[in-house]
Nanobody, 116 residues
Framework: VQLQASGGGLVQAGGSLRLSCRTS???????????MAWYRQAPGKQRESVAI???????NYADSVKGRFTVSMDSAKITMYLQMNSLKPEDTGVYYC????????WGQGTQVTVSS
């Protein structure tokens, strides 16, 4: 399976971005049968989970993004999104999407840079 995150970019502090995640090389039902997560890796730090969405559409967030980030799926469960508002410089990093509990091979991720 290939997981492709997109939508990153350069934004000023306080701004917003929406990331998207799609799969290829696997069943179209992939998002329907796997709890999914958004991860980020800040420069010099380990990759961390920032948002989880379960197959039942329950969500959970890291304390650092709670109230600012929202994870969702489209109605067909083909695309996963991460809406990021009130961005802070510490949100800078490479963002990845993957399964929540047993990650598949990592894709390239998408770079998010928040300037102060």
């Amino acid at each position: 399976v290939q997981l492709q995150a997109s939508g990153g970019g350069l934004v000023q502090a306080g701004g917003s971005l929406r990331l998207s995640c799609r799969t290829s090389g696997t069943s179209a039902q992939f998002f329907s049968i796997n709890d999914m997560a958004w991860y980020r890796q800040a420069p010099g730090k380990q990759r961390e989970s920032v948002a989880i969405i379960t197959v039942a559409d329950r969500t959970n967030y890291a304390d650092s993004v709670k109230g600012r980030f929202t994870v969702s799926m489209d109605s067909a469960k083909i695309t996963m999104y991460l809406q990021m508002n009130s961005l802070k410089p510490e949100d800078t990093g490479v963002y990845y999407c993957n399964t929540a509990w047993r990650p598949e091979p990592w894709g390239q991720g998408t770079q998010v840079t928040v300037s102060s």
